[in-house]
């Protein structure tokens, strides 16, 4: 390994949430049955011209200026020739030499070390109709079916410079990529739904060379892992290649995710896509105003968003990262802030239990019936000792299913702590009666036997007791045995 150096470059594709198609009016939504979401001018049928969808020039902005780039005044189409089945009218329309934004960057951080990794240019195309193959991989495929609702879906595409230099260092860019897109809120970047789709250009030369080694592009990258690991599978391999003496053919590889490895797809000698510019659409003159009009419409993202949590609110790096992961969850943790302050708290909470449950059910922070202001108001029945904490989890577990204020929960379950002294000393009492032996051993020194006497308080109660209370007052009665 020490003797090769690995050259990675990265392209993503990216879906944007528009309601509608990119050049017609089909709607973009996920999961319509087949062919259903159609019209001559997404099927390429001679003769229909379509409109630029104002939207998705407006996104592809954003997404650009998230991610650090310069936006194009001037900026054009290109037909992209080839034949695929997938593509009826014989070329894709894309922006060839003139995208919409380029020179951008993405702060990443791997082995706790910032690195910067370049973004090239984002550019905006049509996405091709989806071919579904039928068997377990491409190679072995007994026939293939072709599904046109995603042809003319609007992408972006964004394309690193070759500066990634591990199969690690492109999860982690892919991932900080995901994450700030999705605070734009341009697109779902869901991988497992196919509006994030990332291709990896990758190459070896030996360390020191300034020459690039022969690259070999992999696609079928279904999820962050696979991105890693398939890198990591193809610089080795094009080492052993090169130990070997043989050369490193250009081609196109598919990872196939249960051997593990990449599979040669087809030659990619000299692909010639005759591009030339989109006569039916104008080219765009992108106004600076509105430019930052966009600018200015940008959420919080998720570095300075993250440094607003460690500086302002206090919070340790390692929540402030949890918290900032996705924008939902910031918001949902932001707003709680703004009702309870005690920032460590609500973190805590929104680690713990909040994410707890979103996982166990395999929800959305958007899908929950649980609100900022009902967490809030939860942590204020916890401060003022009407619940204890640990009831409170029970709470927190009924508002999340059932979105009903914390204190009607309580109430109507009958869940006030009880911090009534004389009803505590009845129990007390009783639960010293009832184990001799454990109070026997705590009078012989062993302290850990009053948390078995608290536990049987709170069994007793039904973990109503208020624990503090419980505590003190069974060593006063212990100390006075
Ligand atoms: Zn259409």
Redesign the pocket.
Known sequence: MSKYEAVIGLEVHVELKTKT?I????PTEFGAEPNT???????GLPGST?VLNKKVVEYAIKAGLALNCEIAGYNKFDRKNYYYPDLPKGFQVSQYDYPIAFNGYLDIEVNGETKRIGIERLHIEEDPGKLVHLGETITVAQGSLIDYNR??MPLVEIVTKPVIHSGEEARVYLEKLKQTLEYTGVSDVKMEQGSLRCDANVSVRPVGSEKLGTKTEIKNLNSFRAVQRAIEYEIARQIDVLEDGEKVIPETRTWDENKGITLSMRNKENPDYRCFTEADLPPLDVSREWVEELRNSLPELPDARKKRLIEVDGLPEYDATVITSTKALADFYDRTVEKYKDAKTVSNWIMGEFSRLLNANNLEVSETKVTPDGLAKLLGLIENGTISGKIAKQVFEEMFSTGDDPAEIVKKKGLVQISDQGQLEGIIAEVIANNPKSVEDYKNGKEKAIGFLVGQVMKATRGKANPGMVNKLLKEKLDQI
């Open positions: 198609k050049f017609c009016g089909c979401n159609v019209c001559p001018i997404c099927l379509g042809s003319g």
